[in-house]
């Protein structure tokens, strides 16, 4: 969906909110009452464009999907919100091997991640990490803690061609000290002054060789692993920071499938009914696969869907207003239809509906209701003033 096209910016409408004249808005509180609780209530704002959906004989506006309820709210055009993602990409020695189909790991790698970028908006914010950037599996320190790419939007500068060209010089060899990779991809998110939700999206072949620190403590087996499970409580304190990680586990991961599931899980991107016994694990799982380059081209299209397509901002309040998030609903207006109100999905798994972003400044649309919008040519607008409707 290109809401660029569909709200342009002398179609957004500003923030505005129920005045008292709407007496149809879901509440009986007095103006005073409701400034003085933070309520949308009473604090009225200009309104620009037409912006009725159904409106009654009595001035009231009865929205799709309110099962009756007649509110009159106050609504405003939003724009998908830019994404900020750091590509978090293990190019441990083993990523040399050949892989399903043409070529090596790394070079089918290589070209879908590249192919990716080239089909993502200007407004989004890229870097990348490679993992180890040493050479030898027991060089040490185990990581060389710098970017490859530094985080930047992709219509800045020569940024496309800085990635293409990166990636084209990367040499693969090293050991997989996904955790200090992992910690350190995290720590140039959280640092960065690019604007919009954050994601980090981890592609790996296997399971860890070194234990956070470059510690080879534990190690087992022939491989040299180590326990990969903090990895899944990293990810969850990365999500708690607004840091939400997506997980692709290449060939050669079969054996962290179940951790590298978990740690989707606890990233916040795991899709509805997965499981971390499989087959239909947490994380995009290209162990399978017949063929990995058509694989990584279908996991990564799916996280660009939820990671470009599914945030919309929420405009700001007027001077004096304050934003009661308790009385905020989104309206969907599909090609040729009505107006319908998507309910705001539970607390919990976002499978459908809406949620608010961490930090409450953006509505992100869940699962099937993503891809419903995705996929139309309608448009989304938010409504302010009326109780916000709940799944």
Wanted: glycine share 14%.
């Amino acid at each position: 969906m290109n809401s660029q096209a569909i709200f342009s910016p002398s179609h957004l409408l500003l923030l505005a909110f129920c005045a008292s004249a709407l007496a149809s808005c879901s509440s009986s509180k007095s103006d005073s009452e409701s400034k003085a609780n933070g309520s949308l209530l009473g604090t009225a704002g200009p309104i620009f464009g037409d912006n009725t959906f159904g409106e009654n004989a009595d001035g009231s506006t009865t929205i799709v999907g309110f099962d009756g309820q007649a509110c009159a709210g106050q609504t405003a055009g939003t724009e998908v919100a830019p994404s900020v993602l750091q590509l978090l990409v293990d190019t441990s020695g083993s990523m040399n091997q050949d892989a399903p189909g043409r070529g090596s790991k790394w070079e089918q790698t290589r070209r879908a991640l590249l192919s990716a970028i080239d089909g993502m908006p200007g407004d989004t914010s890229v870097g990348v990490v490679f993992y180890p950037n040493v050479g030898g599996n027991t060089a040490m320190p185990c990581f060389d803690r710098r970017t490859a790419v530094d985080l930047q939007r992709l219509d800045q500068g020569q940024q496309r061609q800085q990635i293409r060209q990166a990636f084209n010089n990367q040499d693969p060899q090293g050991g997989t000290p996904t955790h200090d990779a992992y910690e350190y991809a995290v720590s140039q998110l959280a640092d960065s002054a690019a604007i919009g939700p954050r994601f980090l999206v981890l592609i790996t072949d296997g399971i860890p060789t070194y234990t956070l620190g470059c510690d080879i403590t534990g190690r087992q087996g022939n491989d040299n692993v180590v326990d990969s499970t903090p990895l899944v409580g990293a990810a969850a304190a990365a999500r708690a920071a607004g840091v939400r990680t997506f997980v692709i586990g290449s060939p050669g991961s079969e054996g962290a499938r179940e951790s590298l599931s978990r740690m989707a899980e606890a990233g916040g991107t795991a899709p509805e009914r997965c499981s971390h016994t499989g087959p239909d694990f947490c994380h995009f799982d290209m162990t399978q696969a017949s063929d990995l380059a058509t694989g990584l081209d279908g996991a990564l299209s799916a996280i660009a869907g939820l990671a470009l397509s599914c945030s919309y901002d929420i405009p700001n309040p007027p001077l004096g207003a304050t934003l009661d998030p308790g009385k905020v609903n989104v309206l969907f207006t599909p090609a040729g239809g009505g107006a319908e109100l998507v309910g705001q999905s539970p607390n919990g798994g976002c499978v459908d509906g809406w949620q608010y972003s961490d930090d409450g400044k953006q509505v992100r649309l869940c699962g099937s209701t993503c891809e419903r919008v995705r996929s139309s040519q309608g448009g989304l607008s938010l409504q302010f003033g009326c109780s916000t409707q709940v799944r």
